[in-house]
């Protein structure tokens, strides 16, 4: 026991001064003791998620001769295959609830809707940004802010595919 405490106190002098506690803080600026995953719905993650107005999108590919069918069932999946947990809870249980009785034109425009970045959607939906004008006015925001609300208190699950 002996032989062991002199090996400690003999590396503990002789350590390189690199070693010294007071070199070794380690995240002591307000950057690394920021949250690397903030929550959403926090500010920090609003700030994080703004998409830039003069990014440039990629453009939807054209599907001219889809039928209404196929259309559905393409909607169904981009609802529930997003990225984000978040959008794809929400999107998936709207379209769940909301596709079989939508007509062509809605369709449509819930295609477009779905061209847009998940946490725009997402926060337009739940009123934590204002949506721009193409969509501030539609029908088909209005049904998901309602969807989003959930003022049944429904337990939602993501469908099955």
Known sequence: MATILRFVSRARRTAPSSFAPSRCSIFTTAHRLADPWPLPGSPEHLASTETPSDEARIQPLERPNESLGTLRARLVY??????????????????????KNMSEEELKQYDKLLDEPDWDIYYWATGKRTPPD??????LLEKLKVHARNEGKVVRRMPSL
Request: a positive charge; zero cysteines.
């Open 134 to 139: 193409r969509w501030a006015s539609t029908a």
């Open 78 to 99: 981009q609802s529930r295959k997003r990225g984000t947990l978040e959008s794809d809870l929400l999107l998936s249980t709207f379209a769940r609830d909301n596709l």
